[in-house]
């Protein structure tokens, strides 16, 4: 049922005080080597690796209902950025880690889901294609249809552009918490690509 609310299935289409600063900015990573001066450029359709995921950005859609997943507010509606994902890790990923990797920016009226760090809006939830449920945990070596899926306000009309941010994440312990998991997520992609309504299987057949 979210395959058919979410558009077209995949198989129908052919992100002293110098000494202080220099501490603070080498925690988070400053001091480590860049491999690049900004985001590369996001392309549909195009798999990229960003630990500790590939990612396949298929299509960015918006739709009012979706089997399975329960808008806080009934007359909000969900943007839903349908992609393939892959663990290429050797262990299970959590799906936080997941909802860091890719994020929107540039859309009015997203509601915004505390505690995360990454850049942009988090998506409010994570859902498989085949049967709505949540993709928690991501498996290693598997690859998944899903959608990752933000709830907008009602109250602002439905966007016709969103811009996507993919982040790259690193392994490590951070300085307030030992703990060793994925973090510190950094832009590495980023588009600006159209959204439309989401159109079902017998819509599309409809316009055929």
């Known amino acids: 049922m979210a395959r058919r609310a979410l558009d077209q299935p995949l198989r129908r289409i052919g992100i002293g005080g110098a000494v202080v600063l220099l ?7 400053g001091l480590r080597e860049q491999t690049q001066d900004g985001p590369e450029a996001l392309v549909l359709d195009v798999p990229v690796e960003v630990a500790p995921f590939e990612l396949t950005v298929h299509r960015v859609v918006w739709t009012t209902e979706l089997p399975g997943q329960y808008l806080s ?39 915004p889901r505390p505690g995360s760090v990454a850049p942009g809006v988090v998506a409010s939830s994570i859902a498989l294609l085949e049967d709505g449920s949540s993709l928690n945990p991501v498996q290693p070596g598997l690859s998944y249809e899903a959608a990752f899926l933000f709830e907008q306000d009602g109250s ?7 811009t996507v941010l993919v982040q790259r994440q690193t392994w490590g312990s951070g300085i307030l918490d030992a703990t060793v998991s994925w973090r510190e997520p950094a832009t590495a992609l980023r588009g600006e690509l159209d959204v439309r309504e989401a159109r079902s299987d017998a819509d599309a057949e409809g316009e055929s």
């Open 23 to 29: 501490a603070v900015t080498a925690a988070f990573g």
């Open 73 to 111: 507010d009934k007359t909000n509606r969900w943007v839903g950025v349908v992609a393939t994902v892959r663990n290429t890790t050797d262990a299970g990923v959590l799906g936080n880690t997941l909802a860091d990797a890719l994020t929107l920016a540039d859309v009015d009226g997203l509601v």
């Open 156 to 162: 602002v009309p439905p966007p016709t552009s969103a």
